[in-house]
């Protein structure tokens, strides 16, 4: 156990890093930078936030330069090191892909022949997804715009991230497989994560992350109903154990049932109450939620 705080690396810029950033604060760590543009901050009591490329917080974490970071699946399983993942972040979103030329006659990378010249910023990955397939490719290393390449001859294919795949298309290249899908991920360093004292905080940290995370995806629900339509009221919310229902004080005719919801659902469920005759429907945010 060292004297300094537990060091999270987090994404200096990129996709990962507004993301990465918000889920923090959500989390109640707010960055507090000592100066502007500086690329250390402490974060609450416990932690310091070190911001660092995406691709290189795998290896940060693995030599226990960081206890901890976020950053892509993709660059976990490029980096070929060994750290333990301990939470699924959801937001980054997206597929590695083997693309070739919008004309090439191969549908399916298991076409591609041997020696087939792959331009990718992802050799390991690449390298492995066509060993698997037992096809011996030569990889052509690159550190950006890979869709250019097969157009200037330099490649016959391509190893690259997508998402909407809308890139790939404007470049007139198609996606023939999937290397692997990728999410931001919560890594630790296996070390770190074992010890008594770090792995307590580590798994602490965890739970607040994981209760931001599901809270997002939730809303609070409270309405007046009428008391005779309870029934049909916990169809339509059954909320996590039932919803909870309050007196109102008025003849005894309502009651306020409260429910946690599916953000996604709020619209139809609002709709389903008032077919019941359900007044006074509120609607807020949660900020941490536990099953
Ligand atoms: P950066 O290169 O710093 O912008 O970070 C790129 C990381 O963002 C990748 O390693 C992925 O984990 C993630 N990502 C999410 N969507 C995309 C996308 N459409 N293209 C590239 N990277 C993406």
Known sequence: MTNRPMRIALP???RLSERALELFELAGLRPAFAADRALVASLGDDFQAIFVRAQDIPEYVADGAAEIGVTGADC???SGREVTELLDLGFGRCRLVVAAREESPVTSASELPPGTRVATSFPRC????FKGLGI????????GAT??????GVADAIVDLTSTGSTLRVNGLKEVG???ESTARLIGNPAAVADVQ?????????TGLESVLRASEKRYLMANVPRDKLDEVRDVIPGLSGPTIVEVLDSGEWVAAHAVVDATLVYQTIARLKELGAQGILVTRIERLMP
């Open 12 to 14: 200096s810029k990129g």
């Open 76 to 78: 976990v399983a490029e």
């Open 126 to 129: 690449a390298t492995d997804f």
């Open 136 to 143: 011996k490719i030569s990889i052509a290393p690159v550190s």
């Open 147 to 152: 869709e250019i390449a097969p157009h200037l």
């Open 178 to 180: 999937t290397v692997l």
């Open 198 to 206: 770090n792995g307590q905080l580590i798994a602490d940290l965890t």
